[in-house]
């Protein structure tokens, strides 16, 4: 039988204009008071999953309340540290959940919940609580109402375009790189590509050549 259980996200950040759907945040937390189930996930409890994804080059699926009929993006990465199993992922704001998923972490309105298996052996008890050690993960979704009243998501990073500190440097490389002038680049840097339509000469070699500079002052 494939359990799910409600884990807390952390660490959202709000930046920039341009919405990108990427997140990261913890889709689980080692130890702590057992969750609503009574459950309590150890550390490393995911590390034989994480391995049989990184030999398939696949991940576990991003999905919408656990429905396996609505994905609503992709995850870029799955790391177990000190706290928890850190995810990363991407949202498809093309899709209606998608979007959906990416304005209510911005209100502040969703956590994230895991889809697994108990591994053979990968469970013990300290009285009344079940210790998870070994799971098998399958998914991990976005949902409305988490077990442990800490999984909620604080913020959520909607864009990631340039830093402020770069933004000068990202002018200099448009003046420099690509011939515009300082008013241009200047336009460019703060109004994003939409400024690029209002000049004559628009081509796809400008576009190009502004896609390159935007790379390298992009976040990451």
Same mark, same amino acid.
Not at 61 to 73: K, M, Q, R
Not at 92 to 105: E, Q, V
Not at 121 to 144: A, D, H, M, P, T
């Given at each position: 039988m494939i359990e799910t259980k409600h884990s807390p996200v952390f660490e959202f950040k709000l930046a920039g204009t341009e919405p990108s759907g990427i997140f990261k945040g913890y889709a689980s937390t080692w130890g702590g008071p057992p969750d609503s189930y009574g459950d309590i996930i150890a550390?490393?409890?995911?590390?034989?999953?994480?391995?049989?994804?990184?030999?398939?080059?696949?991940?576990?699926?991003?999905?919408?309340?656990?429905?396996?009929?609505?994905?609503?993006?992709?995850?870029?990465?799955?790391?177990? #540290?000190? /706290?928890? *199993?850190?995810?990363? +992922?991407? $949202?498809? &704001?093309?899709?209606?959940?998608?979007? #959906?998923? /990416?304005? *209510?972490?911005?209100? +502040?309105? $969703?956590? &994230?919940?895991?889809?697994?298996?108990?591994?053979?052996?990968?469970?013990?008890?300290? +009285?009344?609580?079940?210790?998870?050690?070994?799971?098998?993960?399958?998914?991990?979704?976005?949902?409305?109402?988490?077990?442990?009243?800490?999984?909620?998501?604080?913020?959520?990073k909607s864009a990631a375009f340039l830093r402020p500190e770069n933004i000068r440097d990202f002018e200099a490389a448009l003046r420099d790189a690509c011939g515009f002038s300082h008013r241009e680049a200047k336009r460019i840097a703060s109004a994003g590509w939409t400024a690029l339509l209002r000049r004559d000469d628009a081509s796809d070699e400008i576009a190009a050549l502004l896609s390159k500079a935007a790379q390298d002052f992009q976040i990451q």
């Open positions: 550390a490393g409890a995911f590390s034989e999953s994480l391995k049989h994804f990184q030999a398939i080059n696949s991940a576990p699926a991003l999905l919408w309340a656990h429905d396996t009929y609505e994905p609503i993006g992709t995850w870029k990465a799955l790391t177990e #540290d000190r /706290h928890g *199993l850190a995810v990363e +992922g991407k $949202l498809t &704001l093309a899709t209606k959940r998608g979007a #959906d998923a /990416h304005a *209510l972490m911005k209100d +502040g309105a $969703l956590g &994230l919940s895991i889809g697994y298996r108990v591994n053979p052996g990968g469970e013990s008890y300290q +009285g009344s609580n079940r210790v998870l050690k070994s799971i098998q993960l399958f998914e991990i979704s976005c949902v409305s109402i988490p077990a442990n009243p800490l999984a909620r998501v604080t913020s959520v």
